[in-house]
């Protein structure tokens, strides 16, 4: 299992506690059909760049917070590259809260998460796929809460 967190150039961001971040998506994959975690790499970029491998790679001309790639090793491992924006990371706490800064982990691992999930075969397409994925999140977030109490 190697799960990397990056950044590009020009993102001032230091994921918190990201040692125990892993414990937890290897919890969230076993939870959400019993996989195994191959390679998962997060890069966290800016709205602008995650636009641009929006538009290139999807065909898509709209800003996200999150886009996943499976990157399927035939070895029945989930692999995958995501990239975030931290900017629409941000903007989702502040948004979901009403003040700056507060919420901004919450939601940072709630998008963590939807990558995984998405990986794990959830979607978010649709009226009966929606609700799934979020129960999903909030899922995965309460989880994240209690192994954080218990460090």
């Known amino acids: 299992m190697a799960i990397e967190f990056t950044h590009t150039e020009g993102i001032n961001f230091?994921?918190?506690?990201?040692?125990?971040?892993?414990?937890?998506?290897?919890e969230v994959a076993k939870l959400n059909g019993n996989h195994i975690i191959g390679e998962l790499t997060y890069i966290?970029?800016?709205?602008?760049?995650?636009?641009?491998?929006n538009r290139q790679y999807l065909e898509h001309d709209y800003y996200t917070d999150i886009i996943s790639f499976d990157l399927d090793q035939d070895d029945g491992k989930?692999?995958?590259?995501?990239?975030?924006?931290i900017d629409r990371v941000?903007?989702?706490?502040?948004?979901v809260d009403?003040?700056?800064?507060?919420?901004?982990?919450?939601?940072?691992?709630r998008v963590i998460a939807h990558g995984l999930l998405h990986l794990c075969?959830?979607?978010?397409?649709?009226?009966?796929?929606?609700?799934?994925?979020?129960?999903?999140?909030?899922?995965?977030?309460?989880?994240?809460?209690?192994?954080?109490e218990n460090k």
């Open 121 to 148: 075969g959830l979607d978010d397409k649709g009226e009966e796929a929606i609700p799934l994925m979020r129960k999903a999140e909030e899922e995965a977030i309460n989880l994240w809460l209690t192994m954080a």
């Open 14 to 26: 230091n994921l918190p506690q990201k040692l125990a971040r892993k414990k937890w998506l290897k």
């Open 98 to 109: 009403g003040k700056p800064g507060e919420g901004f982990e919450r939601e940072l691992t």
């Open 78 to 85: 989930l692999s995958g590259e995501f990239y975030i924006s």
């Open 90 to 95: 941000r903007d989702h706490a502040i948004e």
């Open 44 to 53: 966290f970029c800016t709205d602008d760049e995650l636009l641009e491998i």
